[in-house]
């Protein structure tokens, strides 16, 4: 759904960024390669050096905060991660828009977007069933003999 928003929204915004998979990335990479990646996506060239989050953190605010931006992180499980990639509203010039998915709700309520959160619904039973079997099958329907174990391994999946 991020993903949508953001291919559908993008072009009214001067810069923009998806970070996708912030919560696998973070664990790959730091904290500081994650901020250089941001600015570069955003076609920030810096004159400076990022040594810390620090460094990161200012180089984002005074980066961006002249600039309408669009950003995403996606499946983000660390506040301190907002923290250092978009730590308060002001880092971003009127205008901008910054979304957030997370499978934590408390995350953003620590980062104070408790007035903010949109939750998305889950997929009904059938709907569920549809996208496993065109993903599985290619077609929206389990093939013959598959109907049984298709709904039972959507069952589980929640």
């Given at each position: 759904?991020?993903?949508?928003?953001?291919?559908?929204?993008?072009?009214?915004?001067?810069?923009?960024?998806?970070?996708?998979n912030?919560?696998e990335t973070?664990?790959?990479?730091?904290?500081?390669?994650?901020?250089k990646?941001?600015?570069?996506?955003?076609?920030?060239?810096?004159?400076?050096?990022?040594?810390?989050e620090?460094?990161?953190?200012?180089?984002?605010?005074?980066?961006?905060?002249?600039?309408k931006?669009?950003?995403?992180?996606?499946?983000?499980?660390?506040g301190?991660?907002?923290?250092?990639?978009?730590?308060?509203?002001?880092?971003f010039?009127?205008?901008?828009?910054?979304?957030?998915?997370?499978?934590?709700?408390?995350?953003?309520?620590?980062?104070?977007?408790?007035?903010?959160?949109?939750?998305?619904?889950?997929?009904?039973?059938?709907?569920?069933?549809?996208?496993?079997?065109l993903n599985?099958?290619?077609?929206?329907k389990?093939?013959?003999?598959?109907?049984d174990?298709?709904t039972?391994?959507?069952?589980?999946?929640?």
């Amino acid at each position: 759904i991020a993903r949508r928003v953001y291919e559908a929204i993008r072009s009214e915004f001067k810069a923009s960024c998806f970070l996708s998979n912030v919560r696998e990335t973070c664990k790959r990479s730091s904290i500081v390669q994650i901020q250089k990646e941001l600015l570069a996506r955003m076609n920030i060239n810096l004159d400076t050096t990022i040594h810390d989050e620090f460094h990161g953190r200012a180089a984002i605010c005074d980066s961006l905060c002249h600039r309408k931006v669009l950003l995403v992180l996606d499946d983000v499980d660390d506040g301190s991660l907002l923290k250092n990639l978009a730590r308060e509203q002001n880092w971003f010039s009127l205008g901008s828009r910054i979304i957030i998915t997370t499978r934590d709700r408390h995350v953003l309520v620590r980062h104070g977007a408790v007035n903010r959160i949109y939750k998305v619904e889950g997929l009904k039973q059938n709907e569920a069933l549809e996208l496993f079997c065109l993903n599985a099958f290619k077609r929206p329907k389990p093939e013959e003999g598959y109907t049984d174990l298709s709904t039972e391994v959507v069952k589980y999946c929640g």
